[in-house]
């Protein structure tokens, strides 16, 4: 049984310049505090960054066909559904998260938000400009709550927590 959880928004989750990934994600306020007073505390092993790398970007700027590609490759990547290797997460905090996602937010809605975008978008599913901060928000929300893909999909953060009670 943990003993401490997170749930939040971006700010717990450990965002840094629009930009989510593994170190960050160690680097959250959650995850300090858990680390300064001792607590195991299980932080998100993202395999690459979620969609954005805004702050490689930067730097990559002003090579725009580059950024692209590697936009396109996490988009593709993401959409792949890629697994943790562990079971879950103390820190559920999802980036873009507001209050009501706490208790309404699930895995399946998440999955339902990224099919409705391929349903949408349908071959020119790597071209979504105008779909970023959701498909940020839809892949990191299902790789936080659902890591391995065998949770329960229809548990909101506030659910899981009440299941672990840490």
């Known amino acids: ?5 997170a ?3 971006s700010l717990f ?4 310049s629009l930009t989510i990934s593994q170190a960050l994600a160690q680097w959250s306020a959650p995850a300090q505090v858990a680390r300064a ?3 195991p505390f299980a932080t998100p092993d993202y ?18 066909f580059g950024i692209a590609m590697d936009l396109e490759n996490n988009i593709n990547f993401w959409d792949t559904n890629p697994k943790s290797s562990l079971p879950n997460f103390d820190n559920i905090a999802i980036a ?3 209050y009501t996602d706490l208790w309404q937010w699930t895995a399946a809605k998440a999955n339902a938000s990224i099919a409705a975008l391929h349903g949408q978008l349908g071959a020119n599913f790597a071209n979504v400009a105008g779909n970023l901060s959701q498909l940020f928000f ?7 709550l659902d890591p391995q893909g065998t949770a329960n999909p229809n548990l909101s953060p506030l659910a899981i927590v009440a299941e672990r009670l840490p």
């Not at 395999?47 to 725009?64: G, S, Y």
């Not at 839809?138 to 936080?144: A, E, I, P």
């Open 7 to 9: 749930i939040g928004d």
């Open 37 to 39: 007073l001792g607590i």
């Open 96 to 98: 873009s998260a507001k």
């Open 13 to 16: 989750n450990g965002v840094r």
């Open 138 to 144: 839809d892949f990191n929300s299902r790789f936080l």
């Open 47 to 64: 395999p690459r960054n979620v969609v954005i790398n805004f702050e490689q970007w930067l730097k990559d700027f002003p090579n725009v």
């Open 1 to 5: 049984m943990p003993a401490m959880m």
